[in-house]
């Protein structure tokens, strides 16, 4: 998702809430900031497309929901709202209490980087993102490339690095048992 240039407002986040939930648009609320989302290139949706097929083949019949893009998540100790790329949860999702539509227990979390969020998605997003406490995997991937940042909760504070740069390799998302090819992930924006 690319992040546009500047908030538009300074507000609180009941007031982000009701703006939110009205608008044709998404947005982020951070730090009192409600800053507008904006569309994907073709990669970025074919990417994300891919990662939801091949979640949703492997979570069949599983206790996993799998949302996409438009699904907001509350991350209680900032009080920050967003909306990531792609997010697992388990069945059922928690909901922010008093909300129908705020998802606050991801254990799988991806972002596809662009140039406008690949500083905040490897950086504030993902500090912010290891506040939950049921967070336990993250996802960078690169667009214009095959390169796959893997990120593993191994303890508290203790987060396992492995990055991938080959169609041929494999990443295994430990958090919901699934191996995935980047091969198939990037199948509609490179072939080998």
């Known amino acids: 998702m690319i992040l546009a240039p500047s908030p538009t407002h300074t507000e609180t986040a009941e007031d982000y809430l009701a703006l939110d939930v009205e608008s044709d648009l998404r947005h982020e609320y951070r730090h009192g900031d409600i800053i507008p989302m904006t569309g994907g290139t073709p990669a970025h949706n074919e990417i994300i497309r891919m990662l939801v097929f091949l979640l949703t083949a492997d979570l069949r019949k599983q206790p996993y929901s799998i949302f996409v893009t438009d699904q907001r998540l509350w991350i209680p100790e900032l009080d920050r709202y967003t909306y990531p790329d792609v997010m697992v949860t388990p069945r059922p999702p928690e909901l922010k209490p008093d909300r129908t539509d705020t998802v606050m227990n991801p254990i799988f979390l991806a972002e596809v980087l ?17 506040t939950i406490p049921t967070f336990q995997e993250y996802l960078l991937i690169t667009q214009d490339k095959p390169h796959v940042e893997q990120y593993v909760k191994q303890g508290e504070n203790q987060w396992l690095f492995t990055e991938y ?4 390799a494999t990443v295994e998302l430990r958090s919901v048992g699934v191996t995935i090819a980047l091969a198939d992930l990037y199948e509609a924006v490179f072939s080998e």
Not at 165 to 168: R, V, W
């Open 114 to 130: 662009s140039d406008s969020t690949e500083k905040y998605d490897r950086g504030d997003k993902f500090e912010a993102y290891r």
């Open 165 to 168: 740069h080959d169609l041929s």
